[in-house]
């Protein structure tokens, strides 16, 4: 199999040197941000940044919360409320995989599931509210690392404002199609990453 990589730097997957997309770039056209301001935009893609990499070090016994930000110290109480309540019984114990880089071989995409519960669940955290249009297609594609469509329950866990909520996009309407919808947005990022480069590669042999 060829050699993974990730770039932290810029959240880039790499494929035995050649770019892939991840499943945030793929599923990019259903998002539209033209009208936020591109200051907001960072400050709240930093503060989503930050709450997965403290639930991401809380789970893996490495985090100092003591030095917590208030606003990511709300974030953590409202995920272990959700943790409490369901992993004494919906997991059965389970060993949960978090924030493990995925790599599909034969469809080329690169992704981080939030965790992983092999054979139960796929669960994504949100610091806004669940969007199923999107949200639906992100969680389909990375169930698609760990088994076929339809063999996960869907879960976003919403961690904004005071409290969490769960939402199960399982049985959403959108379900049974969001994998051809998935793959038809990717086959539409390769063909494209492909008509790049060889207008790239055109321009570079006429200089």
Request: charged share 30%.
């Amino acid at each position: 199999m060829p050699h993974f990589e990730f770039s932290e730097k810029d959240h880039s997957y790499f494929v035995g040197g050649a770019k892939v997309p991840s499943v945030s770039e793929v599923i990019a056209p259903l998002s539209d941000f033209s009208s936020v301001k591109p200051e907001i935009m960072r400050l709240a893609c930093e503060f989503g940044n930050n709450a997965h990499k403290t639930i991401e070090f809380y789970l893996n016994d490495e985090l100092d919360e003591i030095s917590l930000d208030p606003r990511l110290t709300d974030v953590l109480e409202q995920f272990k409320a959700w943790d409490v309540r369901l992993s004494a019984y919906f997991f059965r114990g389970a060993d949960w995989i978090v924030e493990k880089r995925c790599f599909h071989p034969s469809l080329k995409y690169g992704g981080t599931p939030d965790i992983v519960v092999p054979g139960y669940a796929i669960i994504d955290f949100k610091t806004r509210k669940t969007n199923p249009i999107k949200d639906i297609l992100q969680l389909t594609a990375y169930e698609a690392f760990y088994g076929k469509p339809g063999s996960h329950r869907l879960i976003v866990l919403e961690l904004y404002e005071d409290r969490y909520k769960e939402v199960d996009l399982s049985n959403h309407k959108l379900r049974k199609q969001a994998w051809p919808m998935f793959r038809y947005l990717l086959d539409r990022w390769h063909r494209e990453n492909e008509f790049s480069l060889k207008i790239e590669g055109w321009e570079n042999k006429g200089r």
